[in-house]
Structure formats: C-alpha cells, structure tokens
C-alpha cells in the first residue's frame, strides 16, 4: 500500500516513478523470465533418455539439386568409414542411410537420411576425438579436407534430430 502523500507525490511525479518501478521490476522480471525458460530446458535436457538405453540420432542431408550422387559418393568415402570405425569401437551401435523412395514439396525436401543409433546419451553427447582415427583412415589430410569441404560445399541444408521411441503398448 502506497503511504498517505504517496498518491498526490504520483500525480505530481508519475513519469519519475513510472520509471523507478521500471528499473526496480525490470531485474525480478528478468530473473523470472529466465527460470521459467531455463528450468523447464535443463530438466528435459538432463532426462532424453536413461542412460543405459541406446541413443538415436538422425542427420538430414538435403542436397543441391544435381549433386546427390556426389554428395554420396564423397559420403562413403570421407565419413561412413569414420562412422563403421566408431561402431566396432562401441561408441555406435548402428549406422544406416535412408533415402526417400518418392519426391516431396521443396520445403520438406531431404535427399539422405543418415540415422546412429549410439550406445547411450551420454556416449552420444560427450566430446569424442577422431582426428587420430581420421589420420589413420586417411593419410593424405589435404585431399580429405578438401573433399570433406566438397562435400558440405553441395548441400542445400543438413540438421540433426535426435528422436525417442514411443511405446504404442503401454498404457
């Protein structure tokens, strides 16, 4: 409640105190904005999935049009061995490439769709070094550089989606 002079003191000075409880509010609104937004994000982040149960990515690949055999080629070559050599070392359970069987609208278009299943969340998000792997997959890091370049060259657009299961049987 506002004292008894409080009321004739706001007629007369309402744009000082206006903005007096602008900067007052402004800091309590700002910490409040940002629990309500960070809280809810960290605790869905912290749970995706249990940390012994295998984690699923997949990566779209949309290519500019003309340029998807390539796309694929350089694909086999500079990165799928990477990615078999991450599955015998048990970082990846499996590793599988998808490609629409049917053409879509431009917007909703991809051209290739790579999916990791890995063995956990936390294997999945934790950081992994591969430059030793990539030294000895490919001895000449110019020329894998530079196809690795090519390859990210002719794409369009390229997301990842990490994705849950849903059980239709529990009820």
């Avoid at 030793?132 to 001895?139: E, F, N, V």
């Amino acid at each position: 409640m506002w004292p008894a002079g409080a009321l004739v003191y706001k007629q007369k000075h309402s744009a000082i105190l206006e903005e007096d409880l602008v900067i007052r509010i402004s800091p309590a609104v700002t910490l409040l904005l940002f629990f309500a937004v960070a809280l809810p994000a960290a605790s869905h982040a912290q749970s995706p999935t249990a940390s012994g149960q295998p984690f699923v990515v997949e990566y779209y690949y949309k290519t500019k049009w003309g340029h998807a055999d390539e796309f694929l080629k350089l694909f086999k070559k500079n990165h799928y061995p990477l990615l078999k050599k991450e599955v015998e070392m048990g970082r990846m359970v499996k590793v599988w490439m998808d490609q629409p069987r049917y053409h879509t609208t431009e917007d909703g278009r991809w051209d290739f769709r790579v999916t990791i299943v890995f063995k956990n969340a936390t294997v999945a998000n934790e950081p992994f070094e591969e430059d030793a792997i990539k030294k000895q997959l490919w001895p000449d890091q110019d020329a894998y550089a530079r196809e690795e370049q090519r390859r990210f060259e002719i794409l369009d657009a390229h997301w990842d989606l990490p994705v849950k299961m849903v059980e239709l049987d529990v009820k």
